[in-house]
């Protein structure tokens, strides 16, 4: 499989491999988001919400990276911690601010989140999918030896090969692009059932926190901690927790019988 750090050179300018599908994946993402909102007052607020989510995004996955997966290293590279050109965000950190980002957004706009979120979350998963292959050529989120000739054999440049060399490692970043995948497909059809606002989105929250905690069994890239678990697995357990808690809060608000105030009301009180 051939593997690219950098795709080319123009003029001493390198282009990542990493930097180019990523941007790939938010443009794929925004698209998508943009035929799910199709018919609804969100469509309109998709490119202004976008730019608060992105910079949320960005500040989240680069907190998550700094102080919840590598602070080991940069609690002695103080300086490095804002060199984010240098590479290192983390996803998960990246779900977390993004939604921060549209909840404020939100917010602003007199907008139910909730709703908003449920049209979002299969292009955002959709958009990770993707995101993966750019981990893949760029050699990080890379898995722990198998101890057989099975497994990625990464090229020297990359990270995976500066930790294991030529050893075969699990193909962790590609089974987690699948599993994205796959509930992408779970979401565009759960999205046609009557869900309680909200719903959508935090199933979403689960499932790939579920796939990402199973997979991190496998990765070889990051420290463990209590139980022997990473940080991505701490943080998808959180995340799963908190998701079931709110869906138990979604469908309590949302039962017969249960008066649901308006934006007027609310703003009245």
């Given at each position: ?94 779900i977390i601010g993004g939604a ?93 059932k009557k869900l309680p606002n ?72």
């Open positions: 499989m051939m593997m690219r750090v950098t795709l080319f050179e123009v003029g001493g300018f390198s282009v990542h491999s990493y930097g180019v599908i990523v941007a790939l994946a938010v443009l794929l993402a925004l698209g998508v988001a943009h035929s799910l909102t199709k018919n609804t007052i969100y469509q309109e607020h998709l490119l202004e919400s976008f730019y608060y989510a992105i910079v949320a995004a960005i500040i989240g996955a680069r907190v998550w990276h700094v102080f919840f997966f590598q602070w080991g290293y940069y609690s002695n590279h103080l300086g490095q911690i804002f060199a984010i050109w240098n590479g290192g965000i983390s996803i998960m950190g990246a921060s980002g549209i909840a404020i957004y939100a917010w602003r706009k007199k907008l139910s989140f909730w709703e908003f979120a449920d049209h979002l979350a299969p292009a955002l998963v959709l958009g990770q999918a993707l995101g993966r292959i750019a981990c893949l050529l760029n050699g990080d989120a890379f898995g722990s030896p198998t101890g057989s000739g099975y497994g990625i054999v990464y090229p020297e440049g990359t990270m995976a090969y500066e930790r294991y060399g030529s050893q075969p490692l699990w193909p962790a970043e590609i089974w987690e692009g699948q599993w994205d995948l796959v509930v992408f497909a779970l979401l565009l059809i759960l999205r046609n909200g719903v959508l989105f935090l199933i979403y929250n689960i499932l790939y926190a579920f796939g990402r905690f199973m997979l991190e069994y496998l990765r070889g890239d990051s420290p463990r901690y209590a139980l022997q678990w990473t940080a991505g697995q701490w943080t998808s357990v959180i995340l799963i927790l908190g998701s079931l808690i709110l869906i138990a809060y979604c469908y309590t608000r949302s039962r017969p019988g249960r008066q649901i105030p308006t934006e007027s009301e609310e703003d009245n009180a």
